[in-house]
């Protein structure tokens, strides 16, 4: 284990993907942390996650690509080309996005994640069942974390990696501004299945090879293979396109289970394929899935940081909000490890995250949004395929095709020279 080499100490307030990342990043660049979960232990909902190669590469960057990929019963990250068809008749072929050798992703179990990366960090850094409250600042500017019975814990800086629910938003978010968290008007669907029951039940398009989306009229499916291709992620997405954005708001809690019949009555008319499919989901869970909108301004307030789904909660329509997270953590472990930020100067320091972070995670934030309408507009277009293509053409380049590491150092060099 890296010894404290830094004059200041850092509470991490949630141990999800992105707190537990940025916990391991923090200690490896010689910084005191203290990461604050709310569970009694690092757990994740039983689904699968895509992660793009801009993720790949901060995993790399953080050095704990090799752990995940452990887990991800994968040697290499692979190439994952998505194939777009029609949900409906015969599924015809719209689209096979092109991808490069560059282009390689991974698809992984996302508790399979949180095992891969919880022995990377000294379970005396990682305090469960603590759940923060809300956060002060005393006269002399001491950060303060409260929790649930009443304990306080201090901190020089605070990192919020709470997720979509954040509390530690609050105190970020300037309560003048318009930006909130609001129910996106689209419910998913979710399950995973075995490939070979899906197989023995009828299913014949080929769901193990590549990730699919399957279009649709204010609807679409996703469905990735997982654990070795022998596990199939389904995601069903209903939106409601005739509702404005932050109309309507959903009381908690935001997940519920389902029945079969509620799934299959709304994607009633699908083809045989996508029908056959949802049969197969005995207990669907029922997600409410909201977003920030409009996007925060800035993710940092004082000493307190956003990272994650707690900075940019977004539509998963890119399979990008983790990704998105896991570049945050990347870029604040450069930068607050770099050897010449120290307690004096951490205030410049996040204002040099803010920088670069506020305008990338939030474009990609809107563009989740609008990759969702494309997927949901194809009977719009009379199921146009040459229109889809059109449109769906080079939309995953921002996301993949960005050179972090290159902007980092460039933002280290302006800091502090070379
Ligand atoms: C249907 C769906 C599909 C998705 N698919 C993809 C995909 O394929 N690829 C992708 O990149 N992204 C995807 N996402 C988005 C991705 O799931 C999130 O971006 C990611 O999980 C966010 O991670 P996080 O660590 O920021 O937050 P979380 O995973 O929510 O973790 C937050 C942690 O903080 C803890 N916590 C919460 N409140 C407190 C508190 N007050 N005090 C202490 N601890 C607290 C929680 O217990 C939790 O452990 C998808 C999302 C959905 C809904």
Redesign the pocket.
């Known amino acids: 284990m890296t010894h404290p080499t830094k004059d200041f100490k850092v509470a991490v307030?949630?141990?999800?993907?992105?707190?537990l990342l940025c916990g391991i990043g923090l200690v490896r660049a010689g910084i005191e942390v203290d990461v604050?979960?709310?569970?009694p232990k690092f757990e994740e909902v039983g689904a699968g996650?895509?992660?793009g190669p801009n993720?790949i590469r901060a995993l790399d960057g953080l050095g704990v690509l090799e752990a995940v990929l452990r887990r991800a019963d994968e040697d290499v990250p692979t190439l994952r080309p998505f194939r777009f068809l029609a949900g409906v008749g015969e599924h015809e072929h719209v689209y096979n996005y092109p991808v490069s050798a560059e282009d390689s992703g991974l698809g992984i179990y996302r508790p399979a994640f949180l095992e891969a990366l919880s022995p990377l960090i000294d379970p005396a850094f990682v305090h469960f069942g603590?759940?923060?409250n809300s956060i002060s600042v005393t006269t002399s500017g001491t950060h303060l974390l409260h929790f649930e019975g009443g304990s306080i814990h201090e901190a020089d800086l605070i990192v919020g990696?709470?997720?979509?629910?954040s509390?530690v938003r609050d105190f970020v978010v300037d309560h003048s501004s318009s930006s909130r968290l609001v129910y996106s008007n689209t419910i998913?669907y979710?399950a995973i299945l075995s490939a070979q029951s899906l197989k023995e039940a009828g299913v014949k398009t080929d769901l193990q090879t590549q990730p699919l989306c399957w279009l649709g009229n204010d609807k679409h499916i996703i469905t990735f293979p997982v654990q070795a291709k022998q596990m199939i992620n389904i995601?069903a997405f209903a939106s409601d396109s005739q509702t404005s954005l932050g109309s309507v708001t959903v009381p908690p809690p935001w997940v519920h289970s389902a029945s079969k019949e509620e799934l299959l009555n709304v994607f009633a008319g699908w083809g045989a394929d996508a029908i056959t499919l949802l049969q197969q989901i005995k207990n669907p869970s029922k997600?409410f899935?909201h977003c920030m909108h409009p996007p925060l301004r800035t993710y940092v307030c004082q000493r307190v940081v956003l990272i994650?789904?707690?900075a940019h909660a977004m539509l998963?329509h890119l399979?990008?909000?983790?990704?998105q997270?896991f570049e945050d953590v990347f870029t604040l472990c450069k930068i607050l490890g770099h050897c010449q930020t120290s307690a004096g100067n951490i205030n410049n320091a996040l204002e040099a995250y803010d920088s670069i972070r506020a305008p990338r995670a939030n474009m990609v934030l809107q563009s989740s949004s609008s990759q969702g309408r494309i997927y949901e507009e194809f009977l719009n277009t009379h199921g146009d395929r040459l229109e889809t293509q059109k449109r769906l053409a080079g939309t995953w380049e921002p996301v993949w095709h960005y050179d972090l590491a290159g902007e980092v150092a460039t933002l280290l060099e302006n800091m502090y020279g070379h």
């Open positions: 307030v949630g141990g999800g993907m992105c707190g604050f979960e709310s569970a996650v895509g992660l993720a603590k759940r923060c990696a709470d997720g979509i629910k509390v998913a979710r995601v997600w899935i994650g789904d707690a998963p399979g990008a909000g983790v990704g997270g």
